[in-house]
């Protein structure tokens, strides 16, 4: 299983600018008007077939909800039945082929990304998730492509690991086998680069997968299966099951032939998977690996000596790009008192000049949140700090869902460290500050690291080392992507592996070796060439 050839150190995928009148921007605007003038019908593929169950979904542009982009057939126990019958007739013939082989699949599938579907990706991102060509630019292709050449590299480099010693007359060796059943992967609404990866990276190593994505993004990742195919992926390989997580999940956890869980989503439906494969464990046939990354209450904590613009940039940018959909966004940031008057002006400044709306509009850094759902949960959030003893709306707070879910960049100031907007995930454009005296730096780590339940990003802004050193000392444990001087969102493959531990997952780091490993089985295989033709030992002579 060793490497048959060399894979080169991959470099990160160069991100364009769409600049007005650029040859990008010009192709994108066509691909827009395309979809947005198609009727797409979207069925689910097993085996590579279509199929339609009669069960239809909706899909609506989030910046205007009434614009349907597309319906979708849900898929049921009876399909779900299917599709693991159908990966595991794909398995075999999956798994002794050869990784380099398994991997030329998925290096085309980038250059594909970054040429041909660079632009059907990143409209079908924009319209689906309301991200701005920015935003989808950074997902849909550049961080998709870095995960599928960075990942054939990575496990190059995981085969190449073979045992150091042989002893005389014997050979030791390993082989990197697949898990025995099937991976269930789960995607979430907010980034197609992570819809790309989860099914793909155990796919990689050999196995097959079952995969369910968010049912709000069906149409951007339906366009994903669509690559798969044209890169070469076998049928069966990855099989497509959008439905509701009661539908498609049930079945699948209560499966004998469950290997894995990849997953992407909230901590609540992580942990009910979790304990549902922990009542089930007597029936499978092997041990599942669960990897999950969750949610996330992400800091930025500010010494007095940082700079107040370096500050408020980050706070902007982490908290209102992407309407703060990210499991990264920075949601709550600690500043000493002498540092908070600047950066408040300075951050109201900005927020003031956010432009919001319809993401085809360029111009615009924000666009609307991912449906009604997540509209009305955070702004439950901000009707309470609006009507709290304790909390102060300093910009934003302001809302509206006639045409799409627009809401504001919200800032929340608190004199309260345990508030409800800074200990619990809101997942939208919402950051909720606490000012705490100068002279209290390191009892405040003490609180940051303390508040929240979540592990996943963080930040810490300081021009004096030693004050930066005990804030990488005091928040070890507080995230498991650690930024000095950097807003806490944007992690590169390649360059910052990402994955959080306590309530934010299980730290399994996408984009690296670490990930692609926990897909693997190994064995440990001792040939010895002349066997022992005596059972005596010398010592017995």
């Not at 990160?12 to 009148?21: A, C, R, T, W």
């Not at 968010?214 to 070469?232: D, R």
């Not at 730096?441 to 005990?470: H, M, N, W």
Request: glycine share 8%; with cysteine; hydrophobic share 40%.
């Amino acid at each position: 299983m060793n490497a048959i050839f060399n894979l080169p150190t991959p470099v990160n995928e160069p991100v364009l600018n769409y600049k007005p009148g650029s040859q990008e921007r010009k192709l994108v605007e066509k691909e827009l008007q395309r979809q947005l003038d198609e009727d797409l019908e979207i069925p689910l593929i097993i085996g590579g077939k279509t199929v339609k169950t009669g069960n239809i979904g909706k899909i609506v542009c989030p910046h205007d909800h009434g614009k349907v982009l597309a319906t979708y057939h849900k898929a049921g126990e009876k399909e779900v039945k299917m599709a693991i019958d159908t990966a595991l007739k794909a398995k075999e013939q999956w798994a002794q082929m050869h990784w380099s082989d398994r991997a030329a699949i998925f290096l085309k599938a980038a250059e594909l990304i970054t040429t041909k579907y660079r632009y059907i990706l990143n409209a079908a991102t924009m319209l689906n998730q309301s991200k701005s060509i920015h935003q989808a630019e950074i997902d849909a292709t550049a961080e998709l492509a870095d995960f599928y050449r960075f990942n054939a590299y990575f496990l190059q480099e995981i085969y190449k690991d073979q045992p150091m010693y042989n002893a005389p007359g014997a050979w030791n060796r390993l082989e990197f086998r697949p898990l025995e059943g099937f991976i269930f992967a789960i995607t979430p609404f907010n980034f197609v680069s992570i819809a790309g990866n989860l099914p793909t990276a155990p796919a990689l190593t050999g196995n097959v997968v079952l995969w369910k994505p968010a049912s709000s993004v069906v149409y951007s990742n339906y366009y994903l299966m669509l690559l798969f195919k044209e890169a070469g992926l076998p049928d069966g390989v990855i099989n497509f099951v959008p439905g509701s997580g009661a539908q498609v999940g049930n079945p699948v956890l209560d499966d004998e032939n469950l290997a894995g869980i990849h997953f992407t989503g909230s901590t609540g439906t992580f942990n009910y998977m979790w304990k549902k494969i922990g009542n089930n464990i007597a029936k499978y046939k092997t041990f599942p690996r669960i990897v999950g990354e969750t949610g996330g209450k992400d800091f930025i904590f500010v010494h007095k000596s940082a700079s107040t613009t370096e500050v408020a940039v980050a706070a902007v940018r982490g908290s209102f790009e992407y309407q703060g959909q990210k499991c990264s966004a920075a949601s709550r940031m600690y500043v000493p008192k002498s540092s908070w008057g600047e950066i408040k002006d300075k951050i109201q400044t900005m927020a003031k000049d956010i432009k919001m709306g319809d993401p085809l509009d360029f111009k615009n850094f924000m666009n609307a949140v991912i449906d009604e759902n997540a509209f009305d949960s955070i702004t439950e959030y901000i009707d309470y700090a609006a009507k709290a003893d304790k909390a102060e709306i300093i910009c934003g707070g302001k809302y509206d869902k006639k045409k799409g879910y627009y809401i504001d960049p919200t800032v929340i100031v608190t004199t309260d460290p345990h508030f409800k907007t800074i200990e619990e995930e809101i997942f939208g454009p919402v950051l909720t500050v606490y000012v705490y005296e100068d002279d209290k730096y390191e009892e405040t780590l003490k609180l940051c690291d303390s508040t929240s339940p979540y592990g996943l990003t963080g930040a810490i802004f300081s021009k004096d080392r030693f004050a930066v050193q005990t804030a990488y000392a005091a928040l070890r444990n507080s995230a498991g992507n650690f930024y000095i001087n950097d807003k806490p969102t944007g992690a590169v493959v390649g360059q910052q592996p990402f994955g959080g531990a306590r309530g934010s997952g299980t730290n399994d780091k996408a984009g690296s070796a670490l990930n692609l490993q926990k897909w693997i089985s190994h064995r440990t295989i001792k040939e010895t060439f002349c066997p022992a033709r005596d059972y005596k030992y010398p010592f017995m002579k």
